[in-house]
């Protein structure tokens, strides 16, 4: 079973590991087989489930929500109860198959905009409230007071519970949450072992110090650290290799996800397969406890340097 934590300090305990589904769409499930893979999901204690509106041009929400509803108006309290609900919204898709009419690929964090974007997910989704809803992206445009006082709506109406950021650098997280009553919970970033800028760029620090929560998109590099022929990633795959050998065989992907999870920020992996034995590969990570050594030996293998 995986850990469970609390996003922030205020926000849902969720498990550690989340199930991503940026593709669920490629998957080719059916309904009965994506409402099977949830539940092995669930069962192994990976109940936090993480979305976006423009997943699947604007299709996975509804994927999801129609093959857990079973036909019915809303996902049942039995299931909806078990798991942690993420989405995103802000931005807009371009030439979208399902949303004709943008040109020109943008983002929107007005608050009506906000506010219709989860009224879209809610039913889309088949549940009466998210647990957590982060802006997609940062919004040049974005009036801080206004985007403050669409969560504050959504809040009060019960139709979102917590509220986060995604790709948000310090500077921009904080503006919004210096106009907001309540804390921020998640900031979801990419950092992987060949993403690996958030420990140096202050983002990871102000998740420290605010004691809000990290998610990793990507923790993999989107399957890089596996298929790319760069010399970083052949010096990683011959580390993360050799240090999985030491502890008895481990797969590199579980070596790379323990790096993530031993930072002391709490980093929370968004895991982006289909596919329950990774699911359960990630899972069986979290029992991996790296020496400093090792942790920096990966580190200087993603760098390229020496630790000074």
Not at 9 to 17: A, N
Not at 33 to 62: K, P, R, S
Not at 270 to 279: C, D, P
Request: with cysteine; net charge negative; aromatic share 8%.
């Amino acid at each position: 079973m995986t850990q469970r934590m609390k996003l922030g300090v205020d926000g849902p305990e969720c498990s550690r590991i989340i199930a991503g589904f940026w593709r669920l769409k490629e998957w080719g499930m059916s309904p009965d087989q994506l409402h099977g893979f949830v539940h092995e999901c669930l069962d192994m204690g990976v109940t936090t489930m993480d979305h976006a509106d423009i997943y699947g041009d604007y299709t996975c929400e509804w994927i999801f929500g129609d093959a857990l509803s079973a036909g019915e108006t809303r996902i049942p309290d039995s299931l909806r109860n078990r798991m942690q609900i993420v989405t995103k919204c802000g931005i807009r898709l371009q030439h979208s198959r399902t949303r004709p009419g943008i040109q020109h690929q943008h983002y929107n964090t007005d608050a009506r905009y906000i506010v219709k974007a989860v009224e879209t997910s809610l039913e889309n989704l088949h549940t009466d409230y998210i647990d957590v809803l982060l802006i997609h992206r940062p919004d040049a445009l974005m009036n801080a007071d206004e985007t403050a006082g669409a969560f504050e709506q959504l809040r009060k109406a019960g139709k979102v519970r917590h509220f986060g950021v995604s790709n948000f650098t310090p500077s921009q997280l904080t503006l919004l949450q210096s106009q907001l009553p309540f804390s921020l919970v998640a900031n979801q970033i990419e950092c992987s072992v060949m993403s690996i800028n958030p420990l140096h760029d202050g983002t990871l620090d102000q998740c420290q110090e605010l004691h809000i929560a990290p998610m990793a998109w990507s923790p993999l590099a989107g399957g890089r650290l596996f298929a790319e022929s760069s010399e970083r990633a052949e010096r990683l795959q011959t580390v993360l290799g050799s240090i999985g050998g030491d502890a008895g065989g481990l797969g590199i992907d579980q070596v790379a996800l323990s790096w993530l999870l031993q930072h002391p920020s709490g980093i929370f992996p968004v895991l982006g397969t289909g596919k329950l034995e990774r699911v359960q590969a990630a899972v069986e990570a979290m029992d991996i406890a790296l020496s400093r050594e090792q942790w920096y030996r990966i580190w200087s293998a993603s760098t390229g340097t020496p630790v000074p």
